[in-house]
């Protein structure tokens, strides 16, 4: 409390008026206020707190002498030392009676001030919790665009040297076009020259057969002047007639000529006299002196009558012989103008027809007995639904119809058919569904039939020279000509593959067959050379031969408009223009187009149960062409063909961009396959394997590879492999191409630095020499391990693939590749007999081959 205060009352007056009161405090003691002020208390941050008193208190302030004040405010000036505790204990007892309270301040307002603290902490902590997160934000938006730019420059680069590899690619494509355009105008320049020799050959000919000629005529007008000569020197000895007549005559065989004359010609002896010219006789008449008897019986011959006389009669033998020889003369002359010009056609003729093995024995026609060709409409006479016309009309229906179905005839289709047929005791029957997936396809490629190979069938390519450049099904064709294409296509359609063939990859135990078919089957554009449309009427026969034995069908668009990877199995060798290139979408939506029509006539009831696989295009090189732009046909096909509602499992190639990068890619269909073509001879890396490691590779790599691509996590899911051989080289005939060596001996000049092989790449490399001779060797001729190792390595590749979907070998039929025809390797033991044997797992141990004497260069 405040102590007592005489002027208290006056004080509390006075303070009334606050505003005069404080100044004349100010003006009194301004040393007081300061040393209030150095007492104020603060907060946390170092600010002063507001003032809060209770009246006394107030009241007590007004009525501080101030003289104490001054007191205290000279000894703060006075001495500048720090306060001392005892001080410090002073001064607050001082305060004390002058009315000021230790912490005297009010609760709520500390409150207040603690609330207001706590509040301004939060704040502070929240702002820098905010500008922390604002900072990590930027920073973060900063790494996130320094991530972009930099993708962004990445991907540039990448774009940068794509266009500088298309470029560089299309300079390469452009150089290789103008060597080969050099090469063929190398050819052609050839060409013309031998043409010129052998014109000057030809005309050099001509003047030695008119010399000769001039000289025949020159001597035949000798030989006439002296056969005249010598009737004028005969008449002029009959005066020596009767001398001739005595001269002794030596025994001849040939005395009975005159007794034999019809007109009794006596005997005439003439004098020898030392001028006569003597004809030529040839013979016994000359060796025994009786020339005249001869020339005489000759003259007898010709006389007509008693009165005809010497020289008449000569003069008639002697025109007889001339008109023989000029007669035979004549002859030659015009056997000469025949035989030459026929010798140079037939020296420029540049080709061949290849020796089929089967011919058109194969073919038949006995169905059309009792068919008139009266029912064939005249506009539809000589065309492809004119039965008449075909080649082999074998197991077709010839009663003629026009109906078309997507555009595509149905002429030569029997109205019914059976699907109650299985192919073996493994697999269901063809009404029931075959488990894709859980049930392994096992099955077998028909291919180089009605997609021409130069490698199955290297008869039709052989007899050209390599400056002819008939390289592919579409130079062959070109070079043949309609007439003959159609003539040579069709034998082999008919006869290349035959109902035996399906029974006999029956019996071998597969349930798949893989039939590969061009656009041409369909339709063609204008400047095609290819066989139109004929080898439709062969597939649709071939589908119902696979019904008949419970197989069913893989349906392979194998060569596509514009050629899908410019290989000669598509068609033709080259540029590829599908998707790429000036007429590369045209060709991709042709290939579109193509396949609205397949599967309108596919999803007819007759084919539900036998075409469950349908592949899109085979082996697109999509190495070389834009992704992006196949992976938007590839989802435009499917549309296109589920739009038609077929139900088919759908096939689309890898592109050989390798199975793994496949993961997540095209996920728009539960039908839809991943298609892959394992081979080790086309990779250096693989072709140099010893066969130890070889069959390792297909035992591991390949079924690891399989596994990976099967499951969603890791890569694609569904897949299969549409291709595979048991061939360990490339060394089989026209497999490179047509006149291209091999990888295996370091002779694949294709004349690209990036694609030519010129150093051998078997495993030895050359040492010891590297060779195909044995490799295409006669089958009979392998080795006993040779032939061990080609099956186990067949049956280690069908145990890998069956880790997926399945497979289909490559191929059923070859006319001399042992090693690519199932049907040979079967006949050659290197193959089983069926695909359930199975004497070699990759769970067994590899024999030691090189132990056993297999050569690894052959």
Known sequence: MPRDDPDRERRRRSSHDPESERDRRRERDPDRQRRRKTHRATDSQGDLLPKHRDRSSHDYESSTPRSSNRRHSSSRGTDSSPLKSGSLAQLDSLNAKQGWKQNHYDGAYLQEVRDKESRLEKERRREEREIERERRRADKDAEREERRR????????????????????????????????????????????????????????RDTERERLKQARKNLEREQRRREMETRDDRDDDSSEDRHRDRPRRHSKYAEVNQESPRGVKEHSREYSPRKKARVVSGPYLEDGRRDEVYEYRKEKLRDDTTTSDYTTDTQWTGKRKKRICIIVTAIVIILLIAIPVGVVVSKNKGGTPNFKGGKSGTSNANLNGVSESSIPASAKGGILDPFSWLDTKDFNVTYTDVLVGGLPVMGLNTTWNDNVQANKNVPSLKDEFAYGSMPIRGMNLGGWLSLEPFITPSFFSTYKSRDGVIDEYTLTKAWGPSKTAKELENHYATFVTAQTFADIRAAGFDHVRIPFSYWAVTTYPGDPYLAKVSWRYLLRAIEWARHNGLRINLDLHGAPGSQNGWNHSGRQGVVGWLNGTDGTLNGQRTIDIHKQLTT????????????VYGLVNEPRMTGLDRATVLAWTVEAVKTIRANNMTAVLVFGDGFMGLDNWQG???????????????VIFNNDQISLSHEKKLNFACGGWTQQMARSQNKNSGFGPTMCGEWSQADTDCAQYLNNVGIGTRWDGTLNTGNASTQVLSPQCPTKNDPLCACTNANADPSKYSTAYKQWLLYFALAQMESFETGWGWFYWTWKTETATQWSWQLGMKAEILPKTVQDRSFTCKDKIPDFAGMGLPENY
């Open 150 to 205: 930099m993708q962004e420059l990445q991907e540039q680069r990448e774009l940068e040297a794509e266009r500088q590899r298309l470029k560089e690619e299309e300079r390469e494509k452009r150089r290789e076009e103008k060597r080969r355009l050099k090469r063929l105008e190398k050819d052609r320049q050839r060409e013309i020259e031998d043409e010129r020799a052998l014109d000057v050959g030809r005309e050099s000919e």
């Open 601 to 612: 006539f596919f999803t007819q009831p007759r084919y539900t149960n036998i075409i469950t």
């Open 665 to 679: 890619q095209l996920q728009i269909d539960d039908k839809l396959v991943l298609d892959v073509h394992q081979y």
